[in-house]
């Protein structure tokens, strides 16, 4: 079975500075998608970024990107400029197949002014 | 705007009652998720429907069950609540396609006394 580890349970920064947010999956598969997910208080899961395993160069989103290491089955997130609205839980996502998604246990972020 | 609604944010009920748990979206999309957030477990796979009247297990079926009599909602049911059973229930949906986004609910605060 595929299984999602996020190995920091919290990160605290200051507005403006970079971040970078830990994943890691175990899969036998070759084909698959990676996702991050941003929870933030109170309101709906939305999705942040994807990136397609298929696809070598790296997904990014304006303030968000990724560093995908295949061969390590490693995905982190970057959020650089760091902003008050990016406090949230952040949950890294895999999905593989029959629509379904495996998630980790999720990362607090918050970001200090 | 797509949009995923939930019945209630917040549930409280009593060991042994019936619960019901209610999702529309208005995407006309496949496939409706249930998951189960705790803290320290992210997000758990309770059922999904990938057609009207389809369901399957997901990685935590036990003690609920659920029904999908038609494309736009999905129930979850709780046939005789029991305090572990308090959680947060997220409902998602998404397209047929792989590697979609899921779309969330708001999520409810179920606590069961």
């Known amino acids: 079975a595929q299984t999602v580890t996020q190995s920091q349970p919290e990160m605290s920064v200051q507005e403006a500075e970079t971040v970078t947010l830990s994943c890691t999956y175990d899969t036998s598969e070759s084909n698959y998608y990676l996702f991050w997910y941003k929870q933030p208080p109170s309101r709906q899961m939305i999705l942040v970024i994807r990136?397609?395993?298929?696809?070598?160069q790296n997904a990014t989103e304006n303030r968000f990107s990724v560093n995908f290491q295949k061969a390590a089955k490693s995905f982190s997130l970057k959020i650089s400029d760091s902003q008050l609205g990016d406090t949230a839980m952040y949950f890294c996502a895999f999905h593989q197949g029959a629509q379904k998604l495996v998630f980790g246990q999720g990362t607090r972020l918050t970001i200090n002014p | 705007d797509v949009k995923v609604t939930q019945s209630s944010r917040y549930l409280v009920k009593r060991t042994g009652e019936k619960v019901f748990l209610e999702c529309v979206q208005d995407m006309d999309h496949e496939n409706m998720f249930w998951y189960r957030q705790d803290p320290g477990l992210g997000l758990r796979l309770i059922y999904f429907?990938?057609?009207?009247?389809?369901?399957e297990k997901g990685d935590i079926p036990e003690g609920y069950s659920v029904s999908r009599e038609k494309k736009e909602r999905f129930s979850l049911i709780l046939e005789s609540a029991s305090t572990n059973q308090t959680s947060m229930y997220l409902c998602?949906?998404?397209?047929?396609?792989?590697?979609?986004?899921?779309?969330f609910g708001p999520g409810t605060r179920l606590t069961v006394t």
């Open positions: 429907s990938y057609d009207v009247k389809m369901k």
């Open positions: 998602a949906s998404s397209s047929g396609t792989g590697g979609d986004e899921q779309y």
């Open positions: 990136q397609e395993a298929y696809k070598q």
